[in-house]
């Protein structure tokens, strides 16, 4: 009986150890991010902190959008914008409310100096030198991983240049569970 309450308690330390690093690992990354942009609202922000005063909300499952009103009511999406969305961090069921992405097509906004109209390549090469793992690529899009930070772009077809990016945060729950 001792044996299986000193394993339980080993396993659950080693729980708790591995993932207070990896939470570690994320702030890191997300820090290097944030001073090497030039976001309105950094990522990974406390919810409360941000001032949405007058933004556009776009609501969803799970997640709420919000746009600088400067962008218009995006009636046409091909026109730039920059939406910050907000989820639950770092549980999507027990966290509390953060900027967990960035949406980026306003070419003024830049990850790392590169922004839309940028070559894809240069930024895909720029990315793993950075430690990121390309995981998923195609014709017009490449997504990028480092733990649990994500930065994904779009790119066009034919001229290979940046149309969009994205950095965020993926906050799966518990259980594994993403949402």
């Known amino acids: 009986m001792k044996i299986k309450l000193?394993?339980?308690s080993l396993m659950v330390?080693?729980?708790f150890s591995f993932s207070g690093c990896k939470s570690i690992r994320?702030?890191?990354t997300v820090d290097d991010i944030n001073e090497n942009s030039n976001f309105e609202i950094a990522l990974l922000m406390p919810a409360e902190e941000a001032d949405f005063e007058g933004f556009i909300v776009r609501p969803g499952f799970g997640i709420?959008?919000?746009i600088d009103p400067k962008y218009g009511e995006l009636e046409d999406e091909a026109n730039p914008y920059v939406q910050y969305d907000v989820t639950s961090y770092p549980d999507v069921l027990m966290g509390e409310s953060h900027i967990t992405g960035i949406r980026i097509t306003d070419p003024a906004i830049h990850i790392y100096g590169y922004s839309v109209g940028n070559n894809g390549a240069e930024f895909s090469s720029f990315l793993e030198k950075k430690g990121?793992?390309?995981f998923s690529s195609?014709?017009?899009y490449m997504k990028f991983k480092k733990g649990k930070v994500w930065i994904r772009f779009g790119l066009d077809?034919?001229?290979q240049?940046?149309?969009s990016l994205y950095a965020g945060v993926d906050s799966t729950n518990h259980c594994g569970v993403i949402f």
């Open 26 to 28: 994320t702030q890191k």
């Open 132 to 134: 990121f793992d390309e």
């Open 138 to 140: 195609s014709l017009t």
């Open 161 to 163: 240049t940046i149309n």
């Open 6 to 8: 000193a394993l339980v």
């Open 13 to 15: 330390i080693m729980l």
């Open 157 to 159: 077809n034919e001229t």
């Open 64 to 66: 709420t959008g919000y």
